[in-house]
């Protein structure tokens, strides 16, 4: 199973201090449903726990998820000119 690296937006390995692997998704996407009501930003035990949360995720089109990709068109827009 190979990561779809373009749909996250970090990836923080705390299992080394007790915790788990923090997942924070990309705006315009979202955990899917199934995994506890989760978000943009998810806790996982495995590597392949996270990668499978990851390729689960659905499209978001949140207030938040919509201000920041609204925000990314209007920069990519002004790098243009």
Known sequence: MKLRRD????????RAIGNAIIV???PG????HDMNG???VA???????AN??????VPCACGVCTAALEAARR?????RK
Request: charged content about 45%.
């Open 29 to 32: 996407r979202k955990f899917s």
């Open 52 to 57: 499978a949360g990851v390729l689960r995720s």
């Open 75 to 79: 920069d990519k827009k002004r790098e």
């Open 7 to 14: 749909l996250v937006e970090s990836w923080d390995d705390e």
């Open 43 to 49: 806790g996982f035990d495995t590597v392949k726990e």
């Open 38 to 40: 989760a978000d943009h």
């Open 24 to 26: 924070a998704l990309r």
